[in-house]
């Protein structure tokens, strides 16, 4: 059983940036692939960007690509989401999420951290 714990989260004004963490315990990291999701108000939760085992495979939606990046260390067991020029439509809660390399669907989920950006 995998438990994820994200950090990071906070206010800040268009045009910012923050990084997102997530904690991994109770399992080997590295045997999973990692994802950032995010939900907004009213919304259903969408997909933000993925990174597969090992970090050397990402993927983006492409409302962040440019502008997010993730990345994992292993060593760590965290994997982060640093994200630049911030707009109000990127406030949400950012969840973190744990696919097991054999598995098809994200399993693990983290609790959520609030980024809100103002205007």
Do not use: H
Request: proline fraction near 2%; hydrophobic fraction near 35%.
């Amino acid at each position: 059983q995998v438990q994820l714990v994200e950090s990071g989260g906070g206010l800040v004004q268009a045009g910012g940036s923050l990084r997102l963490s997530c904690a991994a315990s109770g399992g080997t990291f590295s045997n999973y692939n990692m994802a950032w999701f995010r939900q907004a108000p009213g919304k259903e939760r969408e997909f933000v960007a993925r990174i597969n085992w090992n970090g050397g495979t990402t993927y983006y939606a492409d409302s962040v690509k440019g502008r997010f990046t993730i990345s994992r260390d292993n060593a760590k067991n965290t994997v982060y989401l640093q994200m630049n020029s911030l707009q109000p439509e990127d406030t949400s809660v950012y969840y973190c999420a744990a696919r097991a390399t054999w598995a098809y669907n994200y399993d693990y989920w983290g609790q959520g951290t609030q980024v809100t950006v103002s205007s």
